[in-house]
């Protein structure tokens, strides 16, 4: 059941998805298979669930405008991970300690039911932030109750407290929290509960200053911890790491540790700080455990940046999506992601060159462009100095064989300036690339290395062209998706 001004907060909601539905579909870079807002913004990825045999992603979304605010979930369901299908708004910011903004969280089963824990955010009239951990209950995975807030703000800790990530281990709940200490130390904080109802405060398990991490930033968004091949991983959102080379390019970081979790003590022995992708828009991931034990992640294909309202989409009034789901496996110690097995069903008209070569020119092959495609370059032999790919004209991707790096150029949506982001890769061996009308993700090396971007070509060009500076022999095949 929802309250009165919950639901009045929905009608509201739902009347701006009409009003705005006409201007929001004319877009040409409304995306084709990527999950994205009806109106409005959308930022991170929440509840990721697979349940009773459906996967469930919810969202933050601010239906009313394309900047951020007073969040609402917004709620997908797919049997597949490759069709989704839109389901009733989940919550809405309508009570006194989530009035703010229902914030990011996760979902769990228990006793048959959904359950989901949120951050319920509070301004108060002089502008002072409060924090609520909160949960809601669903019968049905649809419609959701909320039951009001379970953890208050624990000493030592600023308001920005939130988005807790909840999971089971041997008979009791856990649940990590990104947190800020009094001191402005980024941290995840680990709590434990018998009844989802009370929570027991265990303290820090990671962030600045522990750990021999030294400062790390002020603050941590979205943590995740989880057990993968054999170790832990705890992904984190650091805000306030300076550039460092190729590194922190984006306004934030989002990226990961690998360690040891000891649950007796609670205590996260770990590597160091990894980022989790290379491109332009990504933040804010989120994992799932599924049906057949794959831990999946999805981010969101975004950054909270002064330059987001700048996105050429927010004229048709809607800005920002989220990423393919991705495979993640751990090998020697570094995460791999790969685009789930699923999305092959997403799979048109083929194309294939075997042992397509490129010797000193910029060239292109018969049905290998394309706007909504997915394409693979594997067994690449570069004997030269450089590679490239041109998509449409507004991104670009290089491999410099000599420094060792690859580098992915875009035409900026601010200025038209070319800009880049790059990463240390000793060999390049594969690419696997999925283009969509705006949105470009790149996965080398079989998912060593992500790059994920939006970008906005003329919606008319879809040539890609392929240059060398010496001789590029690889095997291609593509696919209208
Ligand atoms: C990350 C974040 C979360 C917060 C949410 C609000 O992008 O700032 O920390 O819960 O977005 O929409």
Redesign the pocket.
């Known amino acids: 059941m929802k309250s009165e001004r919950e639901q009045k907060l929905i009608e509201q909601a739902y009347a701006e998805v009409e009003k705005y539905e006409t201007l929001v579909n004319r877009d040409r870079y409304r995306l084709r298979y990527h999950l994205m807002p009806p109106v409005g913004l959308m930022?991170?990825p929440n509840g990721l669930i697979d349940w009773h045999g459906t996967y469930h992603v919810f969202y933050?979304w601010?239906p009313f405008r394309t900047g951020?605010g007073a969040?609402f979930w917004g709620h997908y369901t797919s049997p597949d991970l490759v069709h989704w299908q839109a389901a009733p708004i989940a919550l809405a910011p309508s009570e006194w300690y989530d009035k703010d903004?229902c914030?990011?969280?996760s979902a769990i089963s228990c006793d048959g039911k959904l359950v989901l824990f949120?951050?319920g955010?509070v301004k108060d009239e002089q502008g002072n932030r409060q924090t609520y951990q909160c949960m809601a209950v669903s019968e049905d995975g649809i419609h959701f109750t909320k039951k009001g807030v379970v953890i208050t703000l624990p000493d030592g800790y600023t308001a920005?407290f939130?988005?807790p990530k909840v999971w089971r281990y041997q008979g009791h709940w856990y649940m990590i929290l990104?947190a800020q200490s009094e001191s402005g130390d980024g941290k995840a904080v680990l709590f434990r509960s018998a009844d989802l109802c009370h929570w027991e405060h265990l303290g820090p398990i990671a962030g600045g200053n522990m750990n021999g991490l030294g400062p790390f930033g002020y603050m941590w968004?979205?943590p995740d911890l989880f057990p993968l091949d054999g170790q832990d991983v705890l992904i984190v959102?650091p805000q306030g790491l300076k550039p460092d080379g190729m590194r922190y390019q984006n306004v934030?970081q989002s990226g990961y540790f690998v360690g040891r979790f000891d649950y007796e003590r609670a205590e996260f022995l770990h590597g160091t700080f990894e980022e989790l992708d290379r491109g332009f828009e990504f933040?804010?991931p989120q994992t799932m455990l599924d049906r057949n034990g794959r831990r999946i992640l999805i981010g969101?294909m975004g950054?909270?940046d002064q330059n987001e309202d700048r996105q050429p989409t927010v004229s048709h009034r809607w800005v920002h999506a989220l990423t393919l789901p991705r495979e993640l496996r751990l090998t020697g110690g570094k995460l791999r992601q790969t685009p789930v097995e699923e999305l092959k069903q997403l799979r048109k008209q083929k194309v294939a060159y075997p042992s397509a070569t490129v010797v000193n020119e910029l060239r292109s092959w018969p049905g290998l462009e394309g706007d909504a495609i997915e394409l693979r370059l594997d067994n690449i032999e570069l004997f030269g100095s450089m590679m490239e790919i041109y998509f449409r004209h507004a991104a670009r991707l290089v491999y410099n064989s000599d420094e060792g790096v690859l580098t992915l150029e875009r035409k900026s949506f601010v200025n038209g300036l070319t800009e880049k982001r790059q990463c240390r890769l000793p060999r390049l061996r594969s690419l696997h690339v999925f283009l969509d009308t705006s949105s470009i993700e790149l996965f080398v090396n079989d998912g060593e290395e992500t790059f994920t971007a939006r970008f906005f070509p003329h919606p008319d060009d879809q040539t890609i062209f392929f240059g060398a500076h010496g001789h590029l022999q690889m095997d291609i095949e593509k696919w209208e998706l």
Do not use: F, L
Request: glycine share 12%.
């Open positions: 930022n991170d933050q601010m951020h969040k903004g914030y990011s969280g949120y951050t955010n920005h939130r988005d990104g968004e979205c959102c934030y933040y804010a969101w950054v909270p």
